[in-house]
């Protein structure tokens, strides 16, 4: 399942449709109360602020961030680093909230399955990882060092670049997920350096 899924919200539409199904559940039979819990539960997970991001790694690089027009909320997404600068050996990216206030939060389990996670990271070699990102599974992400920090290269307009942000276009919807309408990548051709942009229109 690539980009646009992400953005039609295929993934949410079945999530909002499973919540139906439980209430209705509810209403007219079976588990009435355990149906009901089940709708409550991932209402809450949804919709309410999260926990406090906390992570024990000592130092991380700043890699790329994820904007949106619905609040100045964004996800950030970082590499951790050892003691030694390298990458750890597995999952050395990890992604969470910056709230407009500066406060930094975990995501929840439904964002991070169906919006923001990281699907796969994948090691190819000593300080070199390949990621997949839930709102980017048709483009590889690699994560390498450059200029002696670690940077996220990804093809932006057919170029190879450093990714520096994607803005997402979006408002909200009656089923209280965003309906997304486009996204923006944002970055610097790796060979020289110059800005570069890509706007992915989204069917609607």
Request: glycine share 6%; aromatic share 12%.
């Amino acid at each position: 399942m690539g980009i646009s899924d992400f953005i039609n919200h295929n993934n949410f539409n079945t999530l909002v449709n499973w919540q139906k199904t439980c209430l209705c559940s509810a209403k007219y039979g079976g588990d009435s109360i355990r149906s009901l819990a089940i709708v409550l539960l991932v209402s809450i997970v949804s919709f309410f602020p999260q926990a406090p991001f906390a992570d024990s790694w000592n130092k991380t690089d700043h890699l790329f961030r994820i904007e949106r027009s619905i609040n100045k909320n964004v996800v950030q997404f970082d590499a951790r680093l050892m003691e030694n600068i390298n990458l750890p050996d597995s999952s050395p990216v990890i992604a969470y909230w910056v709230l407009e206030n500066g406060q930094q939060e975990e995501l929840t389990l439904i964002q991070q399955k169906y919006a923001y996670g990281i699907c796969s990271q994948e090691k190819l070699e000593k300080n070199k990882f390949r990621i997949f990102l839930v709102a980017f599974k048709d483009r590889e992400i690699i994560i390498e060092k450059i200029g002696g920090s670690y940077r996220a290269l990804i093809s932006v307009n057919g170029k190879r670049s450093i990714l520096e942000k994607a803005y997402v276009k979006s408002k909200e919807s009656w089923t209280g997920f965003p309906q997304v309408f486009h996204i923006d990548l944002f970055g610097r051709i790796k060979e020289t350096g110059l800005p570069v942009e890509e706007r992915i229109i989204l069917n609607q």
